[in-house]
C-alpha cells in the first residue's frame, strides 16, 4: 500500500467484485419497461441460439456444471424505475431465454431473478425472485480467477481516472479468500489504498489478523498487493433485524468495530439498540473468547446508507459517537420512487445530510458501485442539489470534504 501518494476522493462504499461482475454481465439498466428488459435479455440469450449450444448450457446447468459462459449473467435493472414496477417473472425470462440458465441481478444486488434452467441448478424446483439468497447465489459458476483479479483491477484502474486514490469495499460476504484475491488485484494499481470489510460472520476466516492489518498478495512480496482489514459488515437477514445484535456481539468478540447496513427506521432502531447492549471494547482488555487484548483502535462504528432516519435517532447515533456512511446520489436517482411511495414527511426523513453535520456526526460520501457509478462529482452535486428534503443539503465546499480520503475513517 503506497504511503506517498498524493491524497485524493475516497470512496468509502462499494463492492469491488460486483463492479468487475457487472461488467462481464449484460447491462439492461437503459431499460424503461419490463418489455424492453426481456428484449435485451432475449437478444443476448440468441448468442446461445444453436441446439447443441443450448444442450449444452442445460446439462452444465443439471449437473451445476462450473463454466461461467454456459450461463447468461444480466444486471442493472430496477424494478422502482421500470413502467410497470415490478420484478420481470421467472416465466417471462423462460419465454426469451430458451433453456439457457440465466440470473437477472437488481442493480442493488439485493434481488435476483432466476430462469427455471437456473432455479433447477441451484436446487430450486423453478425459477423464482431471490431477495437477499446469496447462500444460492453462491453456486452460480463464476469467472475463474486470473478474470476475476482481471477485472477488479480494471475496476481499480477506473477510480484512479476518477480522482478516488481509496476505496473501502463493503460486501458483507468477504472473508480471507476475497481480501487475498482484492489484494492480488490491488498490485496492479498500486496508486488506490484498498480497505475491505469483513462479514461479521466470517471472521474466523482471518486467523490472527485484526482490525486495520494488511493482507498481502504474492506471499509478502516486495511488488505485492496490500488490502487493510476493515470494519466486521454486519448484513441485516431480510427481514428479521433480530440478528443484528448477535452478529454486533460476534464481531467485538474479535475486537471489531461494525458498519450495519441500514435502509430503515426499524433496521436503524435494531442496530442502534445493539450498538448500546454491546459497546465496543476499550483498548487493551481481553474478549472472554479470545483472551487476547483489543488492539488500540479509535475507528468509530459505522451505519452504512442511513437512508432514512427519525430525528431522535440521529440525536441517538450522535451520542454514540458512530459514524455515517451515506450515498447521496440515491436520493436524485430514486426521487420518482420516493415520490411515489413515501409521504411527504417520511420524505423529509429520507438520506440525511445536513441534519447529521449539524449533530457533529462523522459523515462520508460514497456510491455504494456499483449501484451508482464511483463519481465523486455526481455525489457532490447530489448533495448540494438534492429537490427532495432540500433542506439536507450542503456546501459544495464541505461536500467535497466529505468525499477526500483524508476525512474518511475507515
Not at 64 to 74: M, T
Not at 254 to 269: E, G, N, S, W, Y
Not at 304 to 333: K, N, Y
Not at 371 to 383: G, K, M, N, R, S
Request: hydrophobic share 40%; net charge negative; with cysteine.
Amino acid at each position: 500500500m503506497s504511503t506517498t501518494q498524493t491524497l485524493g476522493y475516497c470512496d468509502d462504499h462499494l463492492h469491488l467484485l460486483a463492479c468487475a461482475a457487472a461488467r462481464r454481465s449484460v447491462n439492461v439498466q437503459a431499460a424503461a419497461s419490463v418489455g424492453e428488459l426481456l428484449d435485451i435479455v432475449g437478444h443476448a440469450a440468441r448468442s446461445f441460439a444453436s441446439p447443441r449450444t443450448r444442450q449444452d448450457c442445460q446439462d452444465s446447468a443439471e449437473g451445476n456444471g462450473g463454466d461461467s459462459r454456459q450461463w447468461l449473467r444480466v444486471w442493472g435493472y430496477d424494478d422502482s424505475l421500470l413502467d410497470e414496477r415490478r420484478h420481470p417473472t421467472a416465466a417471462e425470462v423462460d419465454a426469451v431465454t430458451h433453456g439457457v440458465p440465466t440470473v437477472l441481478h437488481h442493480v442493488t444486488g439485493h434481488v435476483a431473478v432466476v430462469n427455471t434452467a437456473a432455479g433447477r441448478a441451484l436446487g430450486l424446483t423453478s425459477g423464482e425472485v431471490l431477495v437477499e439468497r446469496q447462500d444460492l447465489l453462491a453456486a452460480v459458476p463464476r469467472d475463474d480467477h486470473s478474470a476475476t483479479v482481471a477485472g477488479v483491477t480494471e475496476v481499480l484502474a477506473d477510480l484512479v481516472a476518477a480522482g478516488i486514490t481509496a476505496c473501502t469495499d463493503a460486501t458483507h460476504t468477504n472473508d480471507i479468500g476475497a481480501l487475498e484475491l482484492l489484494a492480488e488485484a490491488a498490485a496492479g494499481v498500486p496508486s488506490v489504498n484498498v480497505t475491505a470489510m469483513v462479514g461479521a460472520d466470517r471472521l474466523d476466516s482471518l486467523g490472527d489478523l485484526d482490525f486495520g492489518e494488511t493482507v498481502l498478495s504474492s506471499g509478502g512480496a516486495a511488488d505485492a498487493g496490500a488490502v487493510r482489514v476493515g470494519h466486521a459488515k454486519v448484513m441485516p437477514p431480510h427481514d428479521d433485524d433480530s440478528a443484528i445484535a448477535d452478529l454486533v456481539a460476534a464481531a467485538r468478540a474479535h475486537r471489531f468495530p461494525v458498519a450495519v447496513h441500514v435502509m430503515d427506521i426499524d433496521t436503524l432502531q435494531a442496530t442502534l439498540d445493539a450498538l448500546e447492549a454491546h459497546p465496543p471494547l476499550p483498548s487493551g482488555m481481553a474478549t472472554s473468547e479470545t483472551r487476547r487484548p483489543a488492539a488500540d483502535c479509535t475507528a468509530p462504528d459505522r451505519i452504512e446508507h442511513c437512508a432514512l432516519a427519525l430525528p431522535e435517532q440521529l440525536d441517538r447515533i450522535a451520542r454514540l459517537g458512530v459514524a455515517v456512511v451515506t450515498q447521496p446520489s440515491f436520493v436524485t436517482r430514486r426521487a420518482q420512487k420516493y415520490r411515489e411511495q413515501l409521504s411527504p414527511t417520511e420524505q423529509a426523513w429520507l438520506w440525511p445530510l445536513a441534519s447529521l453535520l449539524s449533530r457533529g456526526i462523522r459523515v462520508t460520501l460514497s456510491s455504494d458501485a456499483p449501484t451508482v457509478p464511483p463519481d465523486p462529482a455526481e455525489w457532490i452535486a447530489a448533495a448540494t442539489g438534492r429537490d427532495i428534503a432540500p433542506d439536507e443539503r450542503i456546501d459544495a465546499q464541505t461536500a467535497r470534504r466529505l468525499c477526500m480520503e483524508a476525512d474518511a475513517d475507515r
